[in-house]
């Protein structure tokens, strides 16, 4: 079946202006995660979701970043008022329950902001 | 909070040999999932192999195994009969059982792989 996807592949913006990045989910998976990778470092966990709500939002680092699900299945991760910092591969993965579920993820969101 | 360690920024290996990545953590609880993913240049993660810490019996996944050193926390991957599309990063990960934190994966900084003829 198809996996995790996640558009747009690349995204260049301004500092300052708003982004919205989508991940559509495996099909039948309830949970949902995103992840933010910066140049050389791992995935860092963002934000996870239990079908429709946000059940641990402990790592969004500040109120520019906001993330909905509100049909429970594809997710948008929305930044406002982007920084330079804010530039990085943004991960989406899904999994079947959550909890002890393996993720699966997709092929990110390289967002750059220049 | 949960830390995970890869000490080694990049290894090479030649094709059809064996080459050993290493992942240290840092925990206080008792039960957690470990994990082995690989993320070549397309970006997307890929799971090449997974251990819950209760098992004593390491994991193998094909030319894929770990030594999973629970005492020492650590868990190591080796590599048997490497390939040439192997090579990729490779990151560790940790997994909490707690109910409140088993959302996420904690990630290493990765280890660079090349394959070399």
């Known amino acids: 079946g198809a996996g995790v996807s996640q558009t747009p592949s690349n995204k260049v913006t301004e500092k300052g202006k708003y982004v919205e990045l989508r991940c559509d989910p495996i099909?039948?998976?309830?949970?949902l995660y995103w992840y933010r990778q910066s140049l050389g470092q791992g995935p860092e966990f963002l934000i996870y979701?239990?079908?429709?709500?946000?059940?641990?939002d402990s790592g969004l680092p500040n109120d520019r970043f906001f993330a909905v699900r509100p049909e429970g299945s594809v997710s948008t991760l929305k930044i406002q008022r982007t920084e330079r910092g804010d530039s990085a591969v943004y991960l989406c993965?899904?999994?079947?329950?959550?909890?002890?579920?393996?993720?699966?993820f997709g092929p990110g969101t390289r967002l750059t902001v220049l | 909070a949960q830390t995970v360690t890869q000490s080694q920024p990049e290894m090479s290996v030649q094709e059809a040999e064996t080459v050993t990545l290493s992942c240290t953590y840092d925990?206080?609880?008792?039960?957690?999932?470990l994990f082995w993913y690989k993320q070549p240049p397309s970006r997307q993660m890929i799971l090449v192999i997974r251990?819950?810490?209760?098992?004593?019996q390491n994991a193998t996944e094909n030319r894929f195994s770990v030594n999973f050193q629970k005492a020492a926390k650590s868990f190591s991957l080796k590599i048997s009969d490497s390939q040439l599309g192997d090579a990729a990063m490779y990151f560790c990960?940790?997994?909490?059982?707690?109910?409140?934190?088993?959302?996420?994966?904690?990630f290493g900084t990765g280890t660079r792989l090349q394959v070399t003829l």
């Open positions: 993965a899904s999994s079947l329950y959550g909890f002890t579920d393996t993720q699966y």
């Open positions: 979701f239990q079908g429709t709500g946000a059940a641990d």
């Open positions: 099909s039948g998976h309830t949970a």
């Open positions: 925990t206080s609880e008792s039960d957690y999932y």
């Open positions: 251990q819950e810490a209760y098992k004593q």
């Open positions: 990960a940790y997994r909490s059982m707690s109910t409140g934190t088993a959302s996420k994966l904690t």
